[in-house]
Every structure is written in structure tokens, then in C-alpha cells.
């Protein structure tokens, strides 16, 4: 008979990490001295048994938990259109984990390509992310991504449409981040979302009263603190956050600390991504600047 795997196990608690800390606030000395056992007989269940479980809990299969454990190992290498050809086969899966890495695989994957390429593929991944969300409205992967193609979306549709949803794309980033406080890429988009802004244009704050009557604000103090943040959480992990840090130090007057960042930016390795290489051409711009 199959046993649960630790990796699924690892899931599930995640998944149930609420009523973890429930039963830790509530009944700290029961949950601390049942808990053993508990993970101990917990190992021993029978995965038939927890399947149904698992299933509606957001937990993929084991036959498309392999996938992601691939499409993942793929996205640490860049490897992008690999990634993209090992999800799109299952595009039409009802597995939340599935879908949100098809809308990351597709946006990477326009990321490569033309600006006609670009918007394609974000179109494409809209689609897959909408249908996770509905999916599992619990998963932080869900709501991180659908703020950032809200966002991308609306790039395509004018700058009234992007201001004007605005709010709905904090609203998914805040959510992520309450689900996942230490995933560095939602830091980096709550930051740019700041950033962004801090940084408006006067005829686009003039839009943005038209639309809101009071229209979204944020400071450069706000958006350094989450870049700073994201990159404490995991050091490297996007050269652009690199770059975002030197630009906003730069707009609070700090050239040094500035130049810190666009040279880490310049120096970042394995720059292989468009997003690394712009990142990197426009730190060089800002440091012939300094």
C-alpha cells in the first residue's frame, strides 16, 4: 500500500498551517505533546486514503507532483522554454500548483520573445492564473501571480486601466505575502508596486484622481524597505531588485549606497534572462550618471 511522501507531507501542513497555529495558540501544551505521534502515524496513512484529502486542500498527485519538481528545477537553471514544453501538456489540469506555473511559464516565455510575442504569451498565462485562483484561493503562488498579470495585462490596455487597477493588484500581493511572508518575489512586486507610485508623473496622479477621488500613494521610503526585504529573504534572486534598490536609493539622494547596488547589478552572474541583461544596462546608465 503507498505511504504519504515527506515532500507531500510538507504540503499539507503548509496548506493547514492556519489550524497549526490555532491549536497552538488554544491548546499549546496538548498540540506540543501529541505532535510526534501524530506526524509519526501520519507517515503510516494510506495515500489512497488522503488523496480525496489532498486534492481538495491544493495538493497535487504524485504523477503531477513530479512535474512540478522538473518545471521547478528548470526555473533555478532559466531554462525557460523547457519549462514552458514540460507544463503546457497539462494546461487544461484542474491543479491550482499546475496552472500558476503554466502563467509563470508562459510569461517567461514571452519575456524572450517580440513585444507581440510578449503579449501573446501574458494573455496566454491570464488565462491559466484566472482559472488557478478559482481553483485555490488559499494559495499564495495563486494571488502573487495574478497580481502581477492583472498588472501585465493592463500594460497592454492604457494607462487609465493600469492605474485603475491599482488597488486590486496590491490587494493580491498583500494576500500573497500573508500566506507566504518570506517569498522574496512577492517583496520585489509589493516594492515596485510602491515604487511605481511614489515615482507617478503628474498627469498620471491627474488620472489617478479622476478614477479614485483619492488615488493610491506610497513613498520611496516604503518600496526600499520591501526590496530591501526581498533581497534579505533570498539574496540574488532577481537582478532587477538589485537594480530597484540602487534606483530608489538614488531618488532618496543616497549615491552611495546607490552606487553599491547598480554595481551589484552590473556584476550579477549568470545574467542570462532580458530581465537581467536590461537590469544591467540600465545600472550602467546610472552609474555614468554618479
Not at 531554462?79 to 489540469?93: A, Q, R
Not at 491543479?95 to 524572450?112: P, Q, V
Not at 534572486?237 to 552590473?266: C, H, S
Not at 541583461?277 to 552609474?287: C, N, S
Request: proline share 4%; charged share 25%; net charge positive.
Amino acid at each position: 500500500m503507498a505511504m504519504i511522501t515527506r515532500r507531500a507531507l510538507k504540503q499539507i501542513l503548509f496548506t493547514y498551517r492556519p489550524l497549526v497555529y490555532s491549536a497552538l495558540r488554544t491548546k499549546p501544551k496538548l498540540f506540543n505533546s501529541s505532535i510526534p505521534r501524530t506526524l509519526k502515524n501520519f507517515l503510516k496513512f494510506p495515500l489512497s486514503l488522503l488523496l480525496p484529502t489532498m486534492a481538495a486542500a491544493g495538493v497535487s498527485s504524485p504523477d503531477l507532483q513530479k512535474v512540478i519538481d522538473e518545471s521547478e528545477a528548470l526555473y533555478e537553471k532559466k531554462e525557460f522554454d523547457k519549462m514552458y514544453n514540460l507544463l503546457i501538456p497539462h494546461k487544461e489540469s484542474n491543479d491550482a500548483n499546475i496552472l500558476w506555473r503554466c502563467a509563470r511559464a508562459a510569461t517567461e516565455k514571452g519575456k524572450m520573445g517580440s513585444q507581440e510575442e510578449r503579449k501573446q504569451h501574458i494573455f496566454e498565462a491570464w488565462g491559466y492564473i484566472s482559472k488557478a485562483l478559482e481553483l485555490d484561493d488559499n494559495n499564495f503562488a495563486c494571488h502573487k501571480w495574478y497580481g502581477i498579470l492583472l498588472d501585465y495585462t493592463a500594460e497592454y490596455e492604457g494607462t487609465k486601466k493600469r492605474i485603475s487597477n491599482a488597488f486590486k493588484v496590491k490587494e493580491h500581493f498583500m494576500k500573497a505575502i500573508e500566506l507566504n511572508p518570506t517569498d522574496a518575489t512577492t517583496m520585489y512586486c509589493l516594492g515596485y508596486w510602491c515604487f511605481l507610485f511614489a515615482d507617478m508623473a503628474w498627469y498620471e496622479r491627474k488620472i489617478a484622481s479622476v478614477i479614485f477621488g483619492t488615488p493610491p500613494t506610497s513613498t520611496y521610503e516604503e518600496a526600499l524597505d520591501y526590496f530591501l526585504r526581498a533581497e534579505k529573504a533570498e539574496p540574488g534572486f532577481y537582478n532587477k531588485n538589485n537594480k530597484m534598490i540602487g534606483l530608489t536609493y538614488l531618488r532618496l539622494k543616497d549615491k552611495q549606497n546607490a552606487k553599491i547596488y547598480f554595481e551589484k547589478t552590473v556584476n550579477y552572474p549568470n545574467a542570462v534572462t532580458n530581465d537581467d541583461i536590461q537590469a544591467i544596462k540600465d545600472a550602467e546608465d546610472h552609474l555614468k550618471s554618479l
